[in-house]
Every structure is written in C-alpha cells, then in structure tokens.
C-alpha cells in the first residue's frame, strides 16, 4: 500500500483546507486510515482516522484539539480519504501525514505505509 498526501499550504486563522490521502489499494487487512501531525520540535501526534471495512466501518474519531473543527471523510471508489480543516488556527502548523492501521489503535506505532506528509501553515 502507497499512500500520497497532498493539499496542505498556507492559510490565515480561521481559513479552511482540505487535505487528500490517496492509496495505491486498500486491502481488506486495512482496519483504519489515520491522519498524524508534526509541528517543528514537537513529536508526531494523532489528527484523526477513519475505519476501513469492519462492522465499525466508517466510524470517524479526533484528537480533542481538532473536535469540531476538522471532518474525515472519504471515497471509496478513489481509495482517498480526506480531512477537511475549517477554523484553523497557528498552532495547526505542521506536516500531516496518513498512514495505515490494521487493528484497532490511535497509536503512532500501529500505523505504517506512511506517505509523504504535506504542509499546512497557519498564519494568524
């Protein structure tokens, strides 16, 4: 599995993005699709993710820090994921990334196929 991120860029406060993860394939071993950040000097963290094919399929969860402003949602015949950003703010800033889960986690180890991550900056 590949995974391609991209539409990261810059923004002032209270703008919006939207971010894309398109996979080469999701097979049915894919539990989730997470998106992960990383802010300059800080370490990786969870975004949020999306459930991929079980009797939870669909199910969306978030880090407190985004509830209510960023939305993951995708296309299942354009194996891509998206995560819309609205109300964004400077402490948004960093590279985001997507990658793969195949059990149940929102820890950063779980996940692999990680893609090239994309900017987002966050000007305010």
């Known amino acids: 599995v590949q995974l391609q991120a991209s539409g990261g860029g810059l923004v002032q406060a209270g703008g919006s993005l939207r971010l894309s993860c398109a996979a080469s394939?999701?097979?049915?071993?894919?539990?989730?699709l997470g998106w992960f950040r990383q802010a300059p000097g800080r370490e990786r963290e969870f975004v949020a993710r999306?459930?991929?094919?079980?009797?939870?399929?669909?199910?969306?969860t978030y880090a407190d820090s985004v509830l209510g402003r960023f939305t993951v949602s995708r296309d299942n015949v354009k194996n891509t994921v998206y995560l819309q950003m609205d109300n964004l703010k400077p402490e948004d800033t960093a590279v985001y990334f997507c990658?793969?889960?195949?059990?149940?986690?929102?820890?950063?180890?779980?996940?692999?196929?990680w893609g090239q991550g994309t900017q987002v900056t966050v000007s305010s």
């Open positions: 990658a793969t889960a195949q059990y149940n986690t929102l820890q950063i180890r779980g996940y692999n196929n």
């Open positions: 394939e999701l097979p049915l071993s894919i539990y989730a």
């Open positions: 999306i459930i991929w094919g079980s009797m939870n399929d669909g199910l969306t």
